[in-house]
């Protein structure tokens, strides 16, 4: 009788071999991209109150303004709400009337989280995403001013208003080289000012003086445009977890319609979705 070999044959042996190693791998490389959850850095420096702190200023019709009733509406406050949603925090809607005051709030640690149009002067003291929104400053003139390009803004005797430490501020202290610039309190104030001080030029966002020009009448916008503002999520410099959870968030809620569908529920126009963040790699 021949003695029974239970031993698997090396075909058998070599299969068995090979699905273990192969089940190995797929263990192994589960464990490689395995890490710690990127929510939880971010809610760390976010959340240190219990609560995400968003700065909202209604300074930027485009970004924020009061509701019918009363209550703080606009792209920034759905992005705001959205993000804590994510984040598993209740939000804190922290109201501005201005951009310098809502840096201000950054600057002091006041808010975990603010809307602010990106600048290098206050990329000193916090970290952008990309944009999620983009902008057009524009010039506002009398019907009867001899202005008619922007270019021709830029000349001695020319007093341009605009919104103390906004982005058209921050942007025109560094071009303007002749004009002299006389600064509003808020960004709403500058056309207020403009019309009290017989000045001759108005500066500030292109939807905003559009409505101004209603408003007040005997004036026009220039053609064009004199700077491109890009809208970002700003953090306190420093905060490199929520920057970088804030950064994938923001091109999320671009390439999935979030913005573009919040700008047309509020009723908001010319402002145009950011494009998609440039790969670096």
């Not at 990329?123 to 400053?137: C, F, H, Q, R, W």
């Not at 809208?231 to 994938?248: C, E, I």
């Not at 671009?254 to 670096?280: D, N, Y």
């Amino acid at each position: 009788m021949k003695q029974r070999n239970d031993s698997p044959s090396p075909a058998g042996f070599d299969g068995t071999r090979r699905a273990f190693c192969a089940s190995a791998a797929l263990v192994l490389a589960g464990c490689a991209t395995t890490g710690p959850d990127p929510r939880q850095g971010a809610i760390a420096e976010l959340g240190g109150t219990g609560k995400l702190r968003a700065a909202i200023n209604f300074g930027n019709p485009i970004l924020a303004n009061r509701g019918a009733d009363g209550e703080p509406r606009g792209v920034s406050v759905d992005l705001a709400r959205e993000a804590a949603r994510r984040l598993g925090l209740p939000v804190d809607l922290v109201l501005f009337n201005s951009a310098g005051n809502v840096v201000d709030a950054v600057k002091a640690r006041a808010v975990d989280l603010a809307f602010v149009a990106i600048d290098p002067v206050r990329g000193a003291d916090m970290d952008y995403t990309a944009p999620y929104v983009i902008i057009e400053g524009a010039y506002l003139v009398r019907n009867d001013s001899a202005l008619r390009r922007n270019e021709d803004v830029d000349r001695a005797g020319t007093r341009i208003a605009v919104g103390r430490g906004s982005a058209y501020d921050l942007y025109l202290t560094r071009e303007i080289k002749s004009a002299t610039l006389v600064r509003a309190a808020t960004s709403p104030a500058v056309t207020d000012l403009f019309v009290a001080q017989s000045l001759e030029v108005a500066a500030g966002v292109k939807q905003q003086l559009e409505a101004d020009a209603k408003r007040v009448g005997n004036v026009r916008l220039l053609p064009g445009r004199f700077m491109v503002i890009e809208q970002a999520m700003g953090v306190p410099k420093g905060r490199t977890a929520a920057q970088a959870w804030l950064s994938g968030f923001i091109e999320e809620m671009k390439s999935s319609g979030f913005v573009a569908a919040s700008l047309q529920r509020h009723g908001i126009e010319g402002a145009a979705v950011a494009p998609p963040r440039a790969r670096t790699s």
